[in-house]
């Protein structure tokens, strides 16, 4: 594409975003990059129609921009996420200064961020607990056979459970399961952790049964799904259909947590349209980061909304929470 039909479908693309209505040759002409008559842009307009970058929804009408359309945008002016506003940055500097509590209130506080930032929806998934490693575990009497066994992970979560025990062997050799569980299972996974011997036979019991309460209680935790913002991403769509669909579809943690995920794994940040393969979301575009803790990937983070979302807008958004949110649960 050269630089002038560039240049108009840049100028289309940036009037659709902003007004919702079709972009004509006038709106176009007035843009400074556009150096020459009505007629030769809309003959490139219907050029770039052909190509099936652009759509002409009514006769007569302007032109809107399809999913080709707004990935070469995307493509062409956005390869690297643009800095906040003043306004927005601040607003983010606030949140996390502020940003302390259990890991789930925290995500589900950076999905309500998320959603005053851009006006979208947005989608915050926890870490998952599968794949999370150990960073401390710890074994405390609580009554003469009975113990509590807790394991911190390096996602910031939280592992409680109860161990019933044969006999009360004193605080001494609790502290000694604890050293044992520490060297055996710390940097490792909950699932793939092994306690192996230690020759002393009761210490050994305490320490297999502290790992299998731990791995009851972890087996029935999925990776959580915070959803803000419905109401307002709703207001984006006009008709009515659109809208039961996406929030059905918002509904479906499952299909959101593998939506996410394959975004990123196809190597992008952008998903628009038909591009991330689920129906109901046709007419939706979805930015998405990944966050990390410890230099680890720990979940992800996005904004849905429609095609025409303000995307240097989203772009910037989403980019600089996850790094913020990656900096302040790495910090604990």
């Known amino acids: 594409m050269d630089e002038r039909r560039t240049a108009i479908l840049r100028a289309v693309v940036e009037g659709y975003i902003e007004t919702a209505q079709p972009v004509g040759s006038a709106a176009v002409a007035r843009e400074a990059d556009v150096k020459v008559s009505s007629a030769t842009i809309r003959n490139e307009m219907a050029a770039l129609e052909q190509d099936g970058y ?24 956005l390869p690297q996420p643009g800095p906040l ?13 502020k940003a302390h509590g259990a890991l789930e209130d925290m995500l589900h506080s950076t999905s309500k961020l998320l959603t005053d930032l851009t006006d979208y929806a947005a989608v915050v998934v926890g870490p998952s607990h599968d794949e999370a490693r150990l960073r401390s575990i710890q074994v405390v009497g ?38 044992h569980l520490s060297h055996a299972l ?12 230690t020759g002393d036979g009761q210490l050994d019991d305490v320490c297999k049964a502290a790992l ?18 419905t109401s307002r991403m709703a207001a984006s769509f006009d008709a ?33 349209g038909a591009e991330h393969r689920v129906e109901s979301l046709a007419e939706c575009s979805i930015v998405v980061y990944p966050y990390e803790v410890e230099g680890q990937p720990a ?29 302040r649960l790495t910090e604990g």
């Open 54 to 77: 652009l759509v002409q929804p009514h006769t007569s009408a302007g032109r809107i921009p399809t999913d080709k359309g707004y990935r070469h945008f995307v493509d062409s002016f």
């Open 85 to 97: 506003d003043a306004g927005r940055r601040q607003q983010v500097g606030a949140f996390f200064a």
């Open 142 to 179: 609580l009554a003469a056979r009975t113990a509590l066994v807790v394991a911190v992970l390096e996602s910031g979560v939280v592992e409680k459970a109860t161990v019933d025990l044969a006999d009360d062997i004193g605080d001494e050799r609790l502290s000694a399961a604890t050293a």
């Open 186 to 197: 710390v940097g490792s996974t909950l699932a793939a952790g092994d306690v192996g011997t």
């Open 212 to 229: 299998n309460a731990l791995r009851e209680a972890h087996s029935v935790e999925a990776a959580p799904v915070f959803v803000g913002g």
């Open 240 to 272: 009515v259909e659109t809208v039961r669909q996406v929030l059905s579809t918002l509904e479906q943690q499952y299909v959101v947590v593998g939506l996410l995920r394959d975004v990123l794994d196809r190597g992008l940040s952008v998903s628009i």
């Open 299 to 327: 979940g992800t983070i996005g904004v849905l909304g429609p095609t025409r979302m303000h995307y240097p807008e989203a772009l910037a958004a989403v980019a600089v929470v996850s790094k913020r949110l990656s900096q």
